[in-house]
């Protein structure tokens, strides 16, 4: 099966409702059909994640997140979009457009525009942002290695092709309007 087969297979795969591995910037993530309760539970319940802490729309272009943020000014996506040499995430308000179960219940909701390729790639065969959060049980060490990840999960997940990118540690996170860091 070539690449580009392979990812409108693991698409498929989100689309039904099944959670995935895949290489980020940084760290291996878990990721999910946003829309989906039942995928963004069973991810949470994968790693162990409280539902409530709310997770990442992580997106490979700023037209995937307008289904969840239709009101996002050109201004906030330039300065989401502006590369840096460590991957940021943005906290931004979703006015009810993004759903609880993604969000925690806040009226926030955390975004990121990624420009590494494995991301683009899935993004662009599912045609959408998906829920991205670290591959490692909740409260343990977040996996640069596949080994360690197979320890974690098993082999019972579907995996993204691709390798990590070059950031040393997981996103910064920045609150949109205040410009606060938030995680450094």
Not at 56 to 67: C, E, F, S
């Amino acid at each position: 099966m070539n690449t580009c087969t392979y990812y409108r297979y693991l698409a498929d795969l989100l689309a039904i409702g099944d959670t995935l591995i895949y290489p980020t910037e940084a760290v291996w993530g878990l990721g999910c059909d946003p829309a989906n309760q039942q995928a963004v539970e069973r991810l949470c319940a994968i790693k162990g994640r409280d539902a409530d802490k709310g997770l990442i729309l992580i997106a490979g272009d700023a037209a995937q997140l307008k289904q969840w943020l239709p009101h996002l000014a050109l201004d906030d996506i330039k300065a989401m979009q502006s590369t840096t040499l460590t991957p940021t995430t943005y906290v931004v308000e979703h006015f009810g457009t993004v759903p609880d179960w993604v969000s925690g219940g806040r009226p926030t909701v955390a975004v990121r525009l990624t420009d590494h390729r494995p991301v683009i790639n899935l993004c662009n065969a599912f045609n959408g942002a998906i829920v991205s959060t670290s591959a490692n049980p909740s409260g343990a060490q977040s996996s640069k290695l596949r080994a360690q990840l197979m320890r974690y999960f098993g082999d019972y997940l579907h995996w993204a092709p691709g390798e990590l990118g070059g950031a040393r540690r997981p996103s910064t996170i920045i609150d949109l309007k205040t410009k606060q860091v938030l995680r450094k």
